[in-house]
């Protein structure tokens, strides 16, 4: 019913940049928080960037001042644009979704995109 598509991974050189973006579709019937988490093998899968539908954001420390989420109401869509990346953020990014459907418009859950491989090179 719903899917989240990530694109814009990569390869990319230390102190270079990236943008990532996870377009929602499907029977949506209004999106609250939209997030980009990272993992690496063996760790835990992280949060990295949140905004909320009215636009507030927040970062992990790791990635502020470096990183920038943004959405797009209209499009169902969100985005993460990543500056002076460093070997330290190689990572699959996933997108997440906090969404209700239009056949239970009160239930929100949680959606994710399958992934975006991003690779930083020293």
């Known amino acids: 019913q719903v899917q989240l598509v990530e694109s814009g991974g990569g390869l990319v050189q230390a102190g270079g940049s990236l943008g990532l973006s996870c377009a929602a579709s499907g029977s949506i019937f209004n999106i609250n928080a939209m997030n980009w988490y990272r993992q690496v093998p063996g760790k835990q899968r992280e949060l990295v960037a949140t905004i909320t539908s009215g636009g507030s954001t927040n970062y992990a420390d790791s990635v502020k001042g470096r990183f920038t989420i943004s959405r797009d109401n209209a499009k169902n869509t969100v985005y993460l644009r990543m500056n002076s990346l460093k070997p330290e953020d190689t990572a699959v990014y996933y997108c997440?979704?906090?969404?209700?459907?239009?056949?239970?418009?009160?239930?929100?859950?949680?959606?994710w995109g399958r992934g975006t491989q991003v690779t930083v090179s020293s």
């Open positions: 997440n979704a906090f969404l209700a459907v239009l056949t239970t418009k009160n239930i929100y859950s949680s959606y």
